[in-house]
């Protein structure tokens, strides 16, 4: 048997498996069997911690559909928390591994527990091969659209002007644009009156998510591009499961995501 512990921030929700000591990493058949939300856990993804030197662990992210994503900021915030929680101390910050590079995180403490996590994302990317003939590719019309491609380790289609009610229907469509040979994530979103951004994120392998952290920093990358939203400043994104904190440096060259991260349960699965 083994021990899982489940997670979310949110409301996306994580199993996270700590393999630190064996090192060994689950395949895609093993991932979709513990997301089925009928017939197993129930996850939006599974979150593998390995041993990393020289640092805290590096995760691996697969999505429910048994498909690995390069990064996940709701998750890397869910396994900060477990590590720093079952850590011999109290740590303030945490570096991590991910197929995004090594993020650290700046960890708030609430009655012994993590209550929130600020994570510096890295730089989003607007030349990076995401299209088959590369970037940048901002304002641009793809299926009668306007869309914004932004990297944060992991593709995104940004929308500014379709709104999260036509996630549902498009969402499926552009996932699998042929655009995007990795396929993509994308970002339906609206501009609220106080200034912050209401954002539906239909994610790749998964769906429509109550919420997703890298789709909300692609967001306010393009938001601030496009002049709709301030550059370092936090701007404020509401998801369908709460509200993520998004700063973005006016180079771009570091986003900084910061939100609540909770604790479910935890169990053991053969």
Not at 25 to 47: P, T
Not at 200 to 212: D, H, N, S, Y
């Amino acid at each position: 048997m083994e021990r899982f512990f489940k997670y979310h921030g949110l409301g996306n929700d994580f199993v996270v498996l700590d393999r630190r000591s064996s090192g060994l990493d689950i395949d895609a058949d093993l991932s979709r069997k513990l997301c089925d939300r009928h017939f197993g856990i129930g996850a939006d993804g599974v979150l593998v911690v390995l041993p990393e030197p020289g640092t805290e662990g590096r995760m691996v992210v697969h999505n429910a559909d048994g498909s690995i994503a390069e990064m996940c900021g709701n998750g890397l915030r869910c396994v900060v928390k477990h590590v720093a929680e079952n850590s011999a101390e109290r740590p303030q910050r945490i570096a991590i591994a991910t197929g995004a590079g090594l993020l650290a995180s700046d960890i708030e403490w609430r009655e012994g527990q993590v209550d929130r996590v600020t994570v510096a994302m890295g730089p989003a990317r607007l030349k990076e091969p995401i299209l088959p003939h590369g970037g940048p590719f901002v304002r641009q019309p793809i299926e009668g659209l306007i869309g914004t491609a932004v990297s944060m380790g992991n593709p995104h289609l940004v929308l500014l002007d379709v709104p999260p009610s036509e996630a549902e229907r498009l969402g499926s469509g552009l996932e699998h644009h042929p655009l995007f040979p990795n396929r993509t994530n994308v970002e339906f979103v609206e501009k609220r009156a106080a200034g912050g951004l209401r954002v539906t994120v239909w994610e790749r392998g998964v769906g429509i998510t109550l919420a997703c952290g890298t789709g909300a920093c692609a967001t306010v990358v393009a938001s601030a591009l496009d002049g709709r939203s301030p550059f370092d400043e936090w701007v404020p994104v509401e998801l369908p499961g709460g509200v993520l904190d998004i700063k973005v440096a006016r180079d771009l060259s570091q986003v900084w995501l910061r939100g609540p991260v909770r604790f479910v349960y935890s169990g053991t699965v053969p």
